[in-house]
């Protein structure tokens, strides 16, 4: 009898006790879509930690690389009055989901842990609507990257190019030597990839904002403009033949088979090296597309946070603000996926030296006003002008009868159509 | 009484849950998507009034021409050549040849597999430095060529060999069925009347399948008008967006670009050209049917 009142009590009180432990707990449901291989251990890792917050994790995670599925499903969560608590929404289109009124706000949790000072000025700025926080970043890409093959190069007898003559002069080595000089996957945001690159190298950071984020249709229409396009139809007849419809990483493994020696991509292409065990430094170089050295074309990753309606959940959602900008995240994070950590001031002793290089030019670019948005990323304009933008670009480069002067004009109306709302 | 009264209501009570959740679900919608067309809705669905502008915009766009001109070729080709291989292929079967269940289980195979799967196939088999033109290569003809899959001007002929492929085994499954169903007495009547056997197919076989005829015409014109996964599988769209179909330009519109009103407005167009196709069909077969 008394035992069976004992562990009766204690029960009780085991109860009791876990019941206190879960007060604070409440349940983060996270969109995402890193659902391959580096991508899917980062998310893993943020996984951990707020389990050991005490949080439950609820994983919402659809495929599809460019996040179209999970933004198609986003969508039928809001209208429904369901949201995640977060979902990786990144650039303008949280402007765009702000417009909306479905974000909440973080300001206390930035306050409290002093994203202002954590954060560079358009770091912070991409991550507020109109003045407020509602999204926490996760990394930085910089997308003007070239990666090269030396061995390819040195087979075919060609220099390291520095400018874009020289590119060209290797180039023609290269494709004299039988083996393909600039790998490319033929996919409108791949095209637009290479183009924007082309764009901050001839004509400067400069007439980049005014034409990608100001949309200034003077520029758009330029003679700098005709330049580029002409470029980017150059790069195209170093080119193999079945580039059309390659996903980017098949065209990384060209460079890792020796096949190819040049391909122009943001850092994650490094994911696909290391991967393949190859050595930065020596195996493959990243340098920034020519003329674009001091430059810095950015693609930041974040997580947008809705409105929620229950107390726990809610503070379960700020503690995955505040987790996802902790230095131990961010390290962990981004040495997956081969981007930097968004915060300043971090220790990259970790980090190879491609990724090293990017975070110093990440810093100093934001000091020169170097520092630019991608457009090929989605980082610089609305998703509707950004469509826009990539059907110009991808129908030059696979047009052959269309001229430059034409993509010009093309691209200036093609914005200012996209823009009316 | 009862019984009576049951049996009477009976059709109508079984036939009741399908009737409302086809009306809610394909012809509700149908007008929700309507109503989005003429809204200003851009990421999320707003229901205002925005009258035409979605429509303006649709048409001012490029790609809207470069789609529309790309179904009329695909639908084109693709229903008449599978209609003509279908029967070609039914015509030789019905030969009383040996081993017929073999061959036609392989022809109708291809219907087994779903677009994503040919699609996939047909990609790298068209690939120039992988498939056909690779193999040619290798086995010595070095100057042949078939690029027409990377090539903007002929990607879209890639989508009507892909599909071709797979649907004309069906055709030809339908027209069998309906040559196994003409009656034997009349070609034996005009056999002893001397007539020789193209004429039979000519005169008598292929004017007697007429219905056979416009079922395959419909099942293959919504087939072309919706093909979605054919083309996503196969080229993406591309290169560039020359492959481009309604159906991809809807659906890029909608749900990638955050442009919901121009998405809906050109769902509308794809709904319009279905009528126009099933419209006349039906007002026929419901006539003749009174008349019969």
Redesign the interface.
């Given at each position: 009898m008394l035992k069976k009142i004992l562990s009766k009590s204690i029960a009780i009180a085991l109860l009791a006790m876990s019941a206190s432990a879960v007060v604070h707990a409440g349940e983060v449901e996270v969109l995402h879509f890193w659902t391959s291989g580096g991508e899917a251990k980062s998310a893993a890792e943020l996984k951990k930690m707020l389990e050991a917050k005490g949080h439950t994790w609820k994983d919402f995670a659809v495929a599809g690389g460019?996040g179209?599925n999970a933004?198609?499903v986003l969508?039928s969560r809001?209208?429904s009055g369901n949201p995640p608590a977060a979902a990786q929404i990144k650039g303008p289109?949280i402007q765009?989901?702000g417009?909306?009124g479905v974000l909440t706000n973080l300001n206390s949790v930035a306050e409290s842990e002093k994203w202002n000072d954590l954060l560079p000025s358009v770091v912070a700025d991409a991550m507020k609507y109109k003045g407020n926080y509602v999204a926490a970043p996760v990394n930085v890409h910089r997308v003007n990257w070239m990666w090269l093959n030396p061995a390819v190069f040195k087979k075919a007898g060609a220099e390291i190019p520095k400018t874009w003559d020289e590119l060209f002069a290797a180039a023609d080595k290269i494709k004299a030597a039988g083996l393909t000089a600039i790998a490319h996957g033929?996919?409108?945001w791949q095209?637009s990839t290479t183009f924007e690159s082309i764009v901050l190298g001839t004509a400067g950071a400069d007439f980049y904002r005014k034409a990608f984020v100001d949309l200034d249709p003077a520029s758009l229409d330029s003679e700098a403009m005709v330049k580029a396009f002409d470029m980017l139809r150059k790069t195209k007849g170093y080119t193999?033949?079945?580039?059309?419809?390659r996903e980017w990483n098949m065209a990384t493994a060209m460079l890792i088979n020796d096949k190819a020696a040049i391909q122009f991509m943001g850092d994650w292409a490094k994911g696909e090296f290391t991967a393949a065990k190859k050595e930065a430094g020596k195996d493959f170089l990243c340098m920034p597309a020519p003329g674009t050295a001091g430059m810095f074309t950015f693609n930041i990753d974040s997580f947008a946070m809705f409105e929620l309606k229950d107390e726990k959940n809610k503070a379960a959602q700020v503690d995955l603000a505040k987790t996802i900008m902790e230095p131990g995240f961010q390290e962990v994070f981004n040495l997956n996926k081969g981007s930097i950590p968004a915060r300043l001031n971090m220790d990259m002793a970790k980090f190879d030296t491609c990724a090293k290089d990017s975070s110093a030019e990440f810093v100093k670019s934001a000091a020169d006003k170097t520092l630019v948005p991608s457009m090929a990323h989605g980082m610089a304009m609305?998703?509707?002008v950004?469509?826009a933008v990539y059907?110009t670009v991808?129908?030059f480069?696979?047009?052959d009868a269309m001229s430059s002067k034409d993509a010009a004009k093309a691209l200036a109306s093609?914005v200012k159509?996209a823009q009316?709302? | 009484m009862v019984t009576k009264w049951l049996e009477r209501i009976m059709p109508r009570l079984v036939l009741a849950p399908t009737f409302v959740i086809a009306l809610v679900f394909i012809h509700g919608f149908i007008l929700l998507n309507a109503w989005l067309s003429f809204s200003s809705s851009n990421l999320m669905p707003k229901y205002d009034w925005a009258g035409f502008i979605q429509y303006e915009r649709l048409f001012a766009n490029e790609r809207t021409a470069v789609a529309a001109t790309n179904l009329f070729i695909f639908a084109t080709l693709f229903i008449l050549i599978c209609l003509f291989l279908g029967l070609l292929m039914a015509i030789l079967l019905d030969q009383r040849i040996r081993g017929e269940g073999v061959i036609r289980t392989i022809y109708l195979y291809p219907m087994a597999l779903s677009f994503i799967v040919t699609g996939t196939a047909w990609k790298w088999i068209l690939n120039p430095g992988l498939g056909f033109e690779k193999l040619m290569h290798d086995i010595g003809f070095e100057t042949f060529q078939f690029d027409w899959l990377v090539n903007s001007e002929m990607a879209i002929y890639t989508v009507v060999i892909a599909g071709v492929w797979q649907s004309s085994g069906f055709v030809m499954a339908l027209f069998l069925a309906g040559l196994r169903g003409i009656d034997e007495s009349i070609i034996k009547a005009a056999q002893i009347d001397g007539a020789s056997l193209p004429t039979i197919y000519r005169k008598i076989i292929i004017p007697g399948m007429r219905p056979v005829f416009f079922s395959a015409f419909i099942i293959l014109a919504h087939i072309a008008i919706k093909s979605f996964d054919l083309v996503m599988a196969l080229t993406g769209g591309g290169p560039g967006y020359s492959s481009d179909l309604p159906a991809t330009f809807m659906y890029t519109f909608a749900f990638t670009r955050g442009q919901i009103g121009i998405g809906a407005a050109s769902a509308m167009m794809m709904l319009m050209t279905v009528m126009a196709v099933i419209v006349p069909y039906l007002y026929s077969e419901l006539r003749s049917q009174r008349h019969a």
């Open positions: 460019g179209e933004m198609t969508k809001v209208v289109t765009e989901w417009d909306e033929g996919q409108p095209d193999d033949k079945d580039a059309p419809g609305f998703s509707a950004q469509g059907d991808t129908k480069y696979n047009d093609a159509a009316t709302k | -």
